[in-house]
Each structure stands twice: as C-alpha cells, then as structure tokens.
C-alpha cells in the first residue's frame, strides 16, 4: 500500500463509520489496524514522544535538523475506531487505559500515557515487588529528576526523593514512545485473555 494511500486511509473525514464499544468488538470480533504511526511503519513521520515530558514532535529522513509538528494528532488510533484500547508494556505491572467516546486519537495515546506515569504514584506494592538493585536505580533516578541534575554516581548513596515515586519513576530513562503492536500470545501470558483492542507498547532510551 502506497504512502499516499495511507494518508489518505487515515486523513479526516466521515466515512470511518461507527465507533465500535468494548462490547461490539467481542460481538463482532474484528480486527483493529493500528494507524502506522504508532506501528513506527509511517515513512514521513517518525513520532519522538517523551512519556516523562509529555513531549510529541516528529522526524523524517529529509529533516533530521528540526522537529514537526505532529499534524497527525487528531486522527484515529484505528480502523475501525474504538471507545477504549489498553496499552501494556513489558517493564511495567500496570494497564493503561485509554477512552474517547468519538474514537481513540493518536493525541488520546500520547495525552493518556503521559498523565497515567507522571500523575499516578508507584504503589508499595509495585515497589517491593523489585529487586534491591532495581529499587535503588529507581530511587536514584526519582531524586536525579526531582532535582534536575545528571544521573548520580554508581557509587554514591542512595538517597530519598522528596516525594512519592510514580509511575514514570519505574521506567528510568526507558522513557521514549518506540512502537506499538498486537500480541495476543503475549496477552494470554500477561492477562490470561486477549483482545483486539490491547496494544503492546515498546519502549526505548532516545
């Protein structure tokens, strides 16, 4: 499929048809395409989101020296639409759910994603379920940006952050948006089920 076929697939207008409930997915049992942007597949569009800034710009192979404008924000997420996706990753114990009665948007995933690791705390339960090393590389990392400096030595001594650790704390530096992709055999070992609308999120360093 052509690159202009692709834009065109996922350009405004209002010929998507209905937006499908979490109930009609099951009824119909029809397969969502995620919109190649997120899929890291659009070739004049590479997304460059920071989940701890909140951050969405882009880049492409012809202008590596500035960042665009993410024009692509507003469209749908999928074809067909959907009310709500969850997204899960592999370093993370939790689900992000993300909802729009008029369809799920690329701003809806970037948007949601960010709020849901910078505005909800690391439960006790979250944290203690780490092991020691990976507990002070987190505590490191929490107080390294609660004070806005370099990453502490690998000898220095781990200090309390200030405040509660969240979410995005767990992450460290994995912070940028890589991809996202469908995998039901990934799903069943994760949740016990599987779902057209749950989205394996890949996370990378830069």
């Excluded at 912070?175 to 749950?198: C, E, K, Q, S």
Aim: hydrophobic share 35%; glycine share 8%; proline share 7%.
């Amino acid at each position: 499929m052509s690159e202009a076929t692709l834009v065109g697939m996922w350009g405004s207008g209002a010929a998507y048809g209905p937006v499908l409930s979490q109930t009609d997915l099951y009824l119909l049992g029809c397969e969502l395409k995620l919109h190649p942007i997120l899929r890291g597949e659009a070739t004049n569009f590479q997304l460059s989101f920071n989940m701890q800034s909140g951050n969405a710009v882009g880049t492409n192979h012809d202008s590596r020296d500035r960042d665009l404008i993410f024009e692509a924000k507003d469209e749908p997420a999928t074809l067909p639409r959907v009310k709500e996706l969850m997204i899960i990753t592999e370093v993370t114990p939790w689900c992000t759910v993300i909802k729009n009665e008029n369809g799920v948007t690329l701003d809806d995933i970037c948007s949601g994603l960010h709020r849901d690791h910078t505005d909800n705390e690391l439960t006790t339960k979250e944290f203690e379920a780490l092991p020691p090393r990976i507990q002070d590389m987190v505590r490191r990392y929490a107080l390294s940006t609660q004070s806005h400096g370099g990453w502490p030595g690998p000898y220095a001594q781990p200090q309390q952050p200030q405040g509660p650790l969240r979410r995005v704390d767990l992450l460290r530096e994995k912070v940028w948006f890589d991809r996202m992709d469908h995998n039901p055999r990934y799903n069943v070992d994760r949740l016990g089920f599987t779902a057209p609308n749950i989205f394996l999120l890949h996370l990378s360093r830069y």
